[in-house]
C-alpha cells in the first residue's frame, strides 16, 4: 500500500525564517511527487517533481525529489504571514489509466509577525 | 472565475437523508476527480472520472455513495442514508489530458450530518 509521511506535523516560526518540510514516500509505481499549500479551502497546486535531484523554484519557495532515499523537501525562504497554511505532499502512481493522488496529513505552518 | 467550481459550499443534513453535491471542472479539463477530507488529514481519493466514464473507484466509496457525469462536463456525488461518519470536505478536482498534468481543486463542500 502506498504511504505517504509528512513531517513536522506542525510548526511555528516567524517572520523571515526560513523553513523546510520533510516528505518521505513508498509506492510500487512511481510516477511523481506533488506539493500543495492548502489554506482554508481548496489545495493549490505548488510543484510537480518527477526526476531526482533537479530542484523546482518558485519566488521564494523551492522543491527536490531524493527517488533513491524517497523523500521531498519543500523549502520556503523569507517566511511571511501569508505562507501559513497546511502544506501537503502527494503521491500520483504510475501504471494505467491510474490517476489517484495519495495525500500525506500534511504541515501546519504557522508564521507569526 | 475559471477553476474548479462546487456547489452548495456548505450542507448541513440530519442522518438518514440523501444529498448531492456538484461539481464543475475546468472547461478544457477531461479528467475529474472526488476527494474527501477530514479535520487533520490529507485528502482521500473517492473517485476519478475520464471523460463520463467512472475509471476508477475507491474501497471507501461504499453502495451509499454514488457519481455521475453523464456528458463528460459537470459532474454529481450522491449520498444516500447520510451517516455522521460522512461529515466531511468533500473535495472535487479537474486535470487535462496531457501526461503528468496536475490535479486543480475546486473549495469544496463541506457536509455535516447532525
Known amino acids: 500500500e502506498d504511504k505517504v509521511v509528512q513531517s513536522p506535523l506542525s510548526l511555528v516560526v516567524h517572520e523571515g525564517d526560513t523553513v523546510t518540510l520533510n516528505c518521505s514516500y513508498e509506492?510500487?509505481?512511481?510516477?511523481?511527487l506533488l506539493w500543495y499549500k492548502q489554506e482554508k479551502k481548496a489545495p493549490t497546486f505548488l510543484f510537480m517533481l518527477t526526476s531526482s535531484g533537479i530542484e523546482k523554484k518558485s519566488g521564494r519557495l523551492s522543491s527536490i525529489l531524493d527517488k533513491k532515499e524517497l523523500f521531498s523537501i519543500l523549502n520556503i525562504t523569507a517566511t511571511q504571514t501569508g505562507d501559513s497554511a497546511i502544506y501537503l505532499c502527494?503521491?500520483?502512481?504510475?501504471?494505467?489509466?491510474?490517476?489517484?493522488?495519495?495525500f500525506g496529513s500534511g504541515t501546519q505552518l504557522t508564521v507569526l509577525p | 472565475d475559471t477553476g474548479v467550481s462546487q456547489n452548495p459550499r456548505h450542507k448541513i443534513t440530519k442522518r438518514g437523508q440523501n444529498v448531492t453535491f456538484r461539481c464543475d471542472p475546468i472547461?478544457?479539463?477531461?479528467?475529474l476527480y472526488w476527494y474527501r477530507q477530514t479535520l487533520g488529514q490529507g485528502p482521500e481519493f473517492l473517485t476519478y472520472?475520464?471523460?463520463?466514464?467512472?475509471?476508477?473507484k475507491s474501497r471507501l466509496l461504499s453502495d451509499r455513495f454514488s457519481a455521475e457525469r453523464p456528458k463528460g462536463s459537470f459532474s454529481t456525488l450522491e449520498i444516500q442514508r447520510t451517516e455522521q461518519g460522512d461529515s466531511a470536505m468533500y473535495l472535487c478536482?479537474?486535470?487535462?489530458?496531457?501526461?503528468?498534468?496536475?490535479?486543480?481543486f475546486g473549495n469544496g463542500t463541506r457536509l455535516t450530518v447532525t
Open positions: 478536482a479537474s486535470s487535462s489530458p496531457e501526461i503528468n498534468s496536475p490535479l486543480h
Open positions: 472520472f475520464q471523460n463520463e466514464a467512472q475509471l476508477e
Open positions: 502527494a503521491l500520483l502512481r504510475g501504471s494505467g489509466s491510474a490517476r489517484q493522488l495519495t
Open positions: 472547461s478544457e479539463h477531461n479528467r
Open positions: 509506492v510500487t509505481n512511481f510516477r511523481s
